[in-house]
């Protein structure tokens, strides 16, 4: 079983910038494929970003390239979403995502998740 914990949301004003940390434990865990996706109120989750097993690989959707940018930690049990020029629009719960399989932008191929961590940003 995998864990994800998810961290360091907030209320930033638009402009801002915040970065999100996900990590990552598990007897079974060994840098697997993962994902950060985001579901504002009212609204379906939607893919964010997602990074392969080695990182050497990242996939953005249209609406955050150039502005946001996932990475992992040197230990591959940690990955983080750094988020600059962020708009009103970015204001969802982010959800870390994890997958045994291939790196997918699509939600429902991702494993395990983190519970989701509230981003804010004031216009």
């Known amino acids: 079983q995998v864990q994800l914990v998810e961290s360091g949301g907030g209320l930033v004003q638009a402009g801002g910038s915040l970065r999100l940390s996900c990590a990552a434990s598990?007897?079974?865990?060994?840098?697997?494929?993962m994902a950060w996706f985001r579901q504002a109120s009212g609204r379906a989750r939607e893919f964010v970003a997602a990074?392969?097993?080695?990182?050497?690989?990242?996939y953005y959707a249209d609406s955050v390239k150039g502005r946001f940018t996932i990475s992992r930690g040197s230990a591959k049990n940690t990955v983080y979403l750094q988020m600059v020029s962020l708009k009103s629009e970015d204001t969802a719960v982010y959800y870390c995502?994890?997958?045994?399989?291939?790196?997918?932008?699509?939600?429902?191929?991702?494993?395990?998740w983190g519970q989701g961590i509230q981003v804010t940003v004031s216009s």
């Open positions: 995502a994890a997958t045994g399989e291939f790196t997918s932008t699509t939600a429902n191929e991702y494993e395990y």
């Open positions: 990074i392969s097993r080695s990182g050497s690989r990242t």
């Open positions: 598990g007897d079974s865990f060994s840098g697997y494929p």
